[in-house]
């Protein structure tokens, strides 16, 4: 069935005669009773019962009406989304490293998903260089990096949470005892930090004067693999919080003094054309830094 031979059908229906309703469509009569002639054909029933100065709908007639107008409301709908730019529908590819902080991100793409169930969202695990590179040549839509970066060849949009490091060890080790460690309480413990060029520079300053004393034995670019490192003797993991079940590890977690923080920044590729699902996704990570 034609949108356009539906749309002719309601107006007969509305006009509930033949000429008049060729006039209100401005086009001749003969053409529109030999279209509707043609729908009733398609169909195999009988639309309309032909009286001399009126028409009237039969039964399939009647159940033709509601479901033609439902179908030409939905296209003119349609058309209007469309024209208006306001369409959001699609995939988004997004690159992140490990943060318990981006739970603020994931609650955004639920609450979108929930919204507009046709949707599709992929995730990319990824140290920040991977990401920025993925980003760069399009392969992602967004990334999500962890730390201060030059980020001069992409848009950019700090998130509110930062990640604090922490110190994970075994719950036997007398470091246990403490509220908080420093880098003198780690001098005489082996030591797996992540394997993020970055994160190293940050830690060379931590450990002031007394770097070159640290047993940096393994670096990690996943904390829970570590973590099962960890948990087999005297090491101490440097990690953001939760992202290990401590209690499943028989591990305790500790934050660093001086507190260390790192930013979590999503990413996008500058001066590109972005569909309507991007920019509400940045419309919404905006409203998080309000």
Request: net charge negative.
């Amino acid at each position: 069935m034609d949108l356009r031979v539906l749309r002719y059908f309601l107006a007969v229906c509305q006009e509930k005669n033949i000429s008049k309703a060729a006039e209100s469509l401005h086009i001749a009569q003969p053409s529109l009773s030999k279209q509707i002639k043609d729908l009733e054909d398609e169909l195999g029933v009988t639309l309309f019962i032909r009286g001399h100065r009126q028409i009237t709908l039969t039964q399939e007639g009647y159940f033709l009406r509601d479901r033609a107008q439902e179908m030409v409301n939905m296209a003119a709908q349609t058309k209007q989304i469309i024209q208006s730019s306001s369409l959001i529908s699609g995939t988004l590819n997004i690159g992140a490293g490990q943060s318990y902080a981006l739970k603020s991100v994931m609650q955004i793409i639920n609450q979108l998903l929930q919204d507009r169930p046709n949707l599709h969202f992929n995730f990319y695990d990824g140290y920040a260089d991977e990401i920025e590179a993925k980003v760069s040549d399009g392969s992602l839509d967004f990334g999500i990096i962890m730390g201060e970066r030059p980020l001069d060849d992409f848009d950019s949009l700090v998130l509110p949470e930062k990640n604090q490091f922490y110190a994970l060890f075994s719950k036997d080790l007398p470091l246990a005892k403490k509220d908080q460690v420093t880098p003198k309480d780690l001098i005489d413990y082996p030591i797996i930090t992540s394997a993020q060029s970055l994160v190293a520079t940050k830690f060379r300053n931590w450990w002031g004067n007394l770097y070159e004393k640290i047993n940096n034995v393994a670096n990690a670019s996943l904390s829970y693999n570590a973590s099962l490192l960890t948990s087999q003797g005297n090491y101490v993991q440097i990690s953001y919080n939760h992202l290990i079940d401590t209690q499943l590890e028989k591990l305790v977690a500790r934050p660093l003094s001086p507190a260390i923080y790192d930013p979590n920044i999503v990413i996008w590729k500058k001066n590109t054309q972005r569909s309507n699902l991007a920019n509400k996704f940045i419309e919404e990570l905006e409203k998080l830094s309000v």
